[in-house]
C-alpha cells in the first residue's frame, strides 16, 4: 500500500488509483494544473486549481503528497 494515492473529484469520482509515480497521474492531473506564478492564491499553494483532493491510500502516511506528484 506504500506510495499509493487516490485522486477524488468534489462528487466523489475516483478519477485515479495507483502509484504516485504513475505516468497515468500527470495526464489526470493536467487539466488541472495551475498557470500562475508560484505564491497564486488560485492555485492554493498546490500547484492546482480545481475541487479535487489527491491523498495517500495509507492515510497515516505523513509525506507530502503534492510535493512528490510535483518532482
Known sequence: MKNQITIQDWAGNILFNGDYKSKQVDSVLDANRCKC???C????E???IGDFEVYWQDRTDKRDVYE???Y
Open 37 to 39: 506564478e508560484s505564491g
Open 41 to 44: 492564491k488560485k492555485c492554493d
Open 46 to 48: 498546490t500547484g492546482y
Open 68 to 70: 512528490l506528484i510535483n
